[in-house]
Structure formats: structure tokens, C-alpha cells
């Protein structure tokens, strides 16, 4: 049987998306017990990475698409089940939002199950595409609050180091790491500008592409 799973997570990244310092305390706390304080330089570099991961959360659906019409494509002929039959579930799949199974597509409970899995992740898809409108005005908002943020963040970089720096009990890697942090804050918030910039641009065509994945879909589900 082949295997077809290919997480998605959307929600899951978006929520993380705002960079949080609290928020990421408590996922740690919820992990491990283990409170982790973050650094107001983790903070500002967390902005870019967290806004990449919504945008890497959005395209994950529009990606697979394809991927999972060619292999439902092909499954008739391996497994030896009734093409329009297969079409006419995932059709009624990619309709409604719910699994559509007819379990008479097959004797063989192994084929039964490869189908049932596959139709089961037609519908995760097709509810993450669905989902991309009102995803992408999420990342766009916390675009906007990472584009506020980071101004705020990047004197406090300073500021800590400064504090590191003086402290005659410090560590000296501690230190070094103060002071790289304080040579690096400009060019780090330059690149979070330029990643909030991107994330921006490139979030308003997903829209758009979400819906061209729903009509490749359809159009590869018509039964003739």
C-alpha cells in the first residue's frame, strides 16, 4: 500500500506566526515542563521565521495538489478498481468537504483502506485551500504587527547586550554572544523588513492559487 501523507499543519503554524514570546513559553512549558526565556534577538529573528513558516503553511495544500491527482490517477490501474467510480467519490469529496467512501470500490480490505486514506486526504486538502482566504488575512495582519514590532525590539537587542556586556560575572561566550548580537541587530532587522516586505507581496496571489488548485481538481475528477 502506498503511503500519502504529507503533513499540512495550517492552523497550527498561523497561530504561531505572531512570535510570541509568551506564547512560545507556554508550548515549551506544554512540551517539557521547562520555561524557556527567550532573547530579544531570538524574538526579532523569530519574526521573520515564523512569517516564512505561514507562508510555507499556506502554499503546503496548493503544492500537493497535483501530486495527489497523479496518484489517484493511478490507482485504478494498480490497485484494479473502477476509474469513474473513483472519480465519483472524490468529486462528491472535493463538493461537499466530507469523505466520500463507497467501501463496494473493492472486495479487498487493503485496497478499501488505500482508497479510504486517499479520499480521507482529498478532503484535508481541499478544507486547507478553502481555508486560504481567511488564512491569508491572518499572515497579513501579523505582517503588520511584525512590522511594528520590529523597531521595538531592535533597541532592546542593544540594550540587553549592553547589559551582558557589562556584567563582570557574564560568561565570556556569553559575552561574545552579546556582542555579536549587538553587531548584528541592523542587518537583522533590515532582513526582517525585507522578509515582512516579501510575505506581504507574496501572500496576495495564494488567494488566486488556491482557487486555480480547486478547479485543477475538478476538472481532473469529471467523470465523460
Do not use: W
Not at 486538502?125 to 481555508?131: D, R, W
Not at 512590522?147 to 547589559?163: E, Y
Amino acid at each position: 500500500m502506498h503511503r500519502y501523507v504529507i503533513a499540512i499543519g495550517i492552523c497550527t503554524v498561523l497561530v504561531a506566526c505572531g512570535g510570541d514570546k509568551k506564547q512560545t513559553q507556554n508550548q515549551a512549558n506544554a512540551a517539557g515542563g521547562a520555561q524557556v526565556e527567550l532573547t530579544p534577538m531570538q524574538e526579532l529573528q523569530g519574526l521573520s521565521t515564523n512569517l516564512q513558516a505561514g507562508v510555507d503553511a499556506l502554499m503546503a495544500p496548493i503544492n500537493e495538489t497535483q501530486l495527489l491527482i497523479d496518484h489517484i490517477a493511478a490507482m485504478p490501474g494498480r490497485l484494479g478498481i473502477d476509474a469513474r467510480s473513483l472519480m465519483g467519490m472524490c468529486s462528491a469529496t472535493l463538493q461537499s468537504g466530507q469523505v466520500a467512501f463507497d467501501a463496494n470500490i473493492s472486495p479487498d480490505a487493503a485496497v478499501q483502506a488505500e482508497v479510504h486514506g486517499v479520499v480521507s486526504r482529498l478532503a484535508h486538502i481541499v478544507a486547507g485551500l478553502k481555508a486560504i482566504p481567511e488564512n491569508v488575512k491572518v499572515l497579513g495582519q501579523q505582517a503588520v504587527e511584525a512590522t511594528a514590532k520590529a523597531p521595538v525590539l531592535a533597541p532592546q537587542v542593544t540594550a540587553s547586550a549592553n547589559v551582558t556586556i557589562a556584567n563582570p560575572f557574564a560568561k565570556p561566550e556569553v559575552k561574545a554572544q552579546a556582542q555579536a548580537d549587538m553587531n548584528a541587530v541592523n542587518q537583522v532587522q533590515a532582513e526582517v523588513s525585507a522578509k515582512i516586505s516579501e510575505v506581504q507581496n507574496t501572500i496576495m496571489g495564494i488567494p488566486t492559487m488556491a482557487a486555480d488548485a480547486l478547479a485543477k481538481f475538478a476538472a481532473a475528477f469529471a467523470v465523460g
